[in-house]
């Protein structure tokens, strides 16, 4: 009897056991990342560099943008630049310019504007109108004023791992990382999109040498675009540690394509019609409600990214005040004109 007893104890606890391992807590949600605290913490800090230089004596740094034709987009976008430039204490400036204005007649504007010692930051909305090259344009931005990070002198020192202006976008996906705490170094990196403007940029920040001059995330990076394969993408995403979206498709990563735990940061920025309501609504590259219940970390659309690119900008603009101060302006209108 006292050894059935004892079986039936084991049996029981076995059971209990058992139960046990059915009813443990679920897989927690990934953390969402919000992009605007984070833009507020940016923020901040320029609003503190802004008056730093005032206090010394200095004036408040200028922000001019050329904004070329009435794109809804583009003009929600600079306006969204010229508050957070007064939020900082940054004094800013739209010129508006018809859309049939020539190609010469804008790079007239940008080279006034290069020459122009109140100036500090400058740049050319985009994307402009088809007649006008856009390559032209944002080569004739002076280098030191270059808050896009556009100019090939900055593309060229941004891949060469030396101190520059970033471009802004890139660059608040590098924050968001950074600030987060999720690790860069050893890790597998998917960058889905290659765009000049950002794909690339982005790895070209994350895949650089850490110890360098302009730090970069010592990762192993994966750029994929539109001729990869849908497949080929879900075999390198699987077993990436983190994943950058920037390709512009809606839903194109979806949680079959990710491991437990990623870090997933989505740069995309889409319009679709709800099918429920039928309105329009902004999406990002990732589907969100469905990869947040797999990731570790992800970021919102909107809210995410978006925020960090213009907090961005407002860095870039008081690191061309500082080298209106460290440069003299000659040697400011020699770059001008190069």
């Not at 090259?133 to 002076?142: I, K, P, Y």
């Not at 020192?157 to 202006?165: A, E, G, I, N």
């Not at 659309?301 to 460290?326: D, F, R």
Request: charged share 20%.
């Amino acid at each position: 009897m006292a050894a059935i007893r004892t079986l039936r104890k084991l049996c029981q606890h076995s059971q209990h056991q058992l139960c046990k391992l059915h009813t443990s807590a679920p897989r927690q949600e990934a953390v969402v990342i919000s992009g605007r605290k984070l833009a507020r913490q940016i923020r901040d800090e320029a609003r503190a560099d802004v008056e730093k230089l005032v206090l010394a004596g200095h004036r408040r740094p200028h922000l001019s943008v050329v904004l070329v034709g009435e794109n809804p987009a583009s003009h929600s976008y600079v306006l969204n630049k010229t508050r957070a430039a007064a939020d900082v204490g940054i004094s800013s400036e739209t010129i508006l310019k018809h859309s049939a204005i020539s190609e010469e007649e804008l790079l007239d504007l940008i080279y006034k504007l290069n020459t122009d010692h109140r100036v500090d930051g400058l740049l050319v909305q985009l994307p402009l109108p088809d007649h006008i090259d856009e390559r032209a344009v944002c080569n004739a931005v002076s280098p030191t004023k270059d808050v896009d990070g556009f100019h090939v002198v900055n593309v060229g020192r941004m891949c060469l791992d030396q101190s520059t202006m970033l471009p802004a976008t890139p660059w608040g996906v590098w924050e968001i990382i950074k600030r987060t705490g999720i690790p860069t170094i050893g890790k597998n990196v998917v960058v889905a999109g290659r765009s000049k403007n950002v794909g690339m940029p982005i790895a070209m920040l994350l895949h650089t040498d850490g110890r360098h001059e302009r730090p970069g995330g010592d990762a192993t990076v994966t750029i994929s675009h539109r001729h990869t394969p849908k497949e080929q993408l879900s075999q390198h995403t699987k077993i990436a540690d983190i994943i950058v979206a920037a390709a512009g498709i809606p839903n194109l990563i979806t949680p079959d394509m990710i491991k437990e735990g990623a870090a997933v940061i989505d740069v995309g920025i889409n319009r679709v019609q709800d099918p429920i309501t039928g309105k329009s609504r902004l999406v990002g590259d990732v589907d969100f409600e469905g990869v947040r219940q797999k990731a570790g970390f992800i970021t919102p659309v909107p809210g995410g990214v978006g925020p960090m690119t213009v907090a961005m900008l407002m860095k870039n603009t008081i690191k061309a005040a500082k080298n209106v101060l460290l440069f003299p302006p000659e040697r400011i209108r020699m770059a001008a004109a190069s």
